[in-house]
């Protein structure tokens, strides 16, 4: 079988959606090595993530062949029926216009409606243009993979969609995550990053939604010991942030990194004594699955979908409260058996997420859209 793939950010992004894109279509080229996987993309990054990713022996790079005006939403369709596909599944949100019309089956992921939910946080032009794309992909797709549960409700409150369309298949993270560092290779990672004895860890873009400024507040109220490491891409809401550390005084407190090699950031979960995320609100919360199979106790908070990747045995608290969040941090300190337990259960919870399950789930999937015969 020939599956193609939107793969603009697969062969582009190296966080985020590129490093789900990757490990999705890795995960199928290894499970069931018997398929061809074609990404499609308008271009290619120089990327060592990215080329070791494309040397698999059954994924291929398919590059435009006559310009990538309107490529991805149009022009691609010849290629597509050139290549044999049987199954095209649009990774982020969108799918070519008129693939209906072919014999072409169609899958599109979804993976938040946060410009709709929260829409404060995207720039009207932005938000329509979401909406539209992504929209007329559920309407046109033969299918529709939802990341959690809270996205599916939301594709059926806001675009009225049938519940029988939408197969929620979660996501699940890269391998590297899911072993353990060698104390060797931790002690270098911790030294070359300078990282505390004692830290809670932040990984995420630092914008409004990811409500980095909650944990700075609740820094304040954790015993000094205890410092706070935050990984991400720095926005305008950077600003804000400072303005609390400055605030509070906790400038020698928090440890600020960027670009950090991906190679390097399992170790830096391993390290870590807790992991919170409090997000206004996400599509499923990729870095709660990371932090669960690198055995670190997490704190997430309510109002999304945090609790369907966090599992029972993580703590959830208030976006808006600052102080349970600081009692929730306190109370794992204070406890170790609390700790031992939250590390093992995660742990024990956060498989079913792993790789060759979910690998299966989207295979049934694509399988189930095509004629028995097709294998």
Same mark, same amino acid.
């Given at each position: 079988? $020939?599956?193609?793939?939107?793969? #603009? %950010? ?27 996987? &074609? ?32 490529? %991805?939403?149009?022009?691609?369709? /010849? ?43 995207? #720039?009207?032009?932005? %938000? ?6 992504? #929209?007329?992909?559920?309407? %046109? ?22 519940? $029988? ?22 002690? !270098? ?37 205890? #410092?706070?490491?935050?990984?991400? /891409? ?10 609390? &550390?400055?605030?509070?005084?906790? !400038? ?7 670009? &950090? ?75 170790? *058996?609390?700790? /031992?337990?939250? *590390?093992? /259960? ?30």
């Amino acid at each position: 079988m $020939n599956i193609g793939y939107d793969g #603009k %950010r697969a062969a582009n992004n190296l966080t985020g959606l590129g490093n789900y894109s990757r490990s999705l279509i890795e995960s199928l080229a290894f499970q069931y090595p018997e398929n061809q996987y &074609i990404v499609y993309s308008p271009k290619v990054k120089a990327s060592k993530q990215i080329s070791t990713f494309l040397q698999n022996q059954n994924i291929k790079l398919a590059l435009p062949k006559n310009g990538s005006f309107l490529w %991805r939403s149009l022009n691609i369709l /010849k290629d597509l029926v050139r290549d044999d596909i049987q199954i095209y599944h649009g990774l982020s949100h969108e799918i070519p216009f008129a693939i209906q019309h072919t014999r072409i089956k169609s899958v599109v992921t979804i993976h938040d409606l946060i410009f709709l939910r929260f829409p404060k946080y995207y #720039k009207f032009i932005d %938000r329509k243009l979401y909406e539209w794309k992504s #929209k007329s992909a559920c309407k %046109r797709a033969d299918k529709i993979i939802a990341i959690s549960e809270k996205t599916k409700a939301d594709l059926i409150e806001f675009y009225q969609i049938e519940p $029988n369309k939408i197969e929620v298949i979660y996501q699940s993270c890269d391998d590297h995550f899911k072993s353990p560092f060698d104390a060797s290779t931790l002690s !270098r990672i911790k030294a070359t990053y300078k990282l505390p004895e004692k830290y809670i860890l932040s990984v995420g873009t630092i914008e409004e939604r990811k409500n980095l400024k909650l944990i700075v507040t609740a820094l304040k109220d954790v015993q000094e010991d205890y #410092k706070l490491v935050v990984i991400g /891409k720095q926005t305008a809401y950077f600003k804000t942030v400072e303005k609390e &550390i400055d605030r509070l005084g906790l !400038r020698k407190r928090i440890l600020f990194l960027q670009n &950090i090699p991906f190679s390097d950031l399992p170790g830096i979960y391993q390290l870590a004594s807790i992991f919170a995320y409090p997000s206004f609100y996400e599509g499923f919360g990729i870095p709660i699955i990371e932090a669960l199979y690198s055995g670190v106790p997490t704190i997430a908070a309510t109002g999304s979908c945090l609790e369907e990747a966090g599992g029972p045995n993580s703590i959830y608290v208030s976006p808006t409260d600052s102080n349970q969040l600081a009692g929730a941090i306190n109370q794992i300190i204070s406890n170790s *058996k609390l700790q /031992k337990t939250m *590390k093992e /259960k995660g742990l024990e919870f956060v498989q079913k997420f792993n790789s060759p399950v979910v690998t299966q789930q989207l295979m049934n999937c694509y399988l189930n859209l095509l004629p028995t015969a097709i294998t």
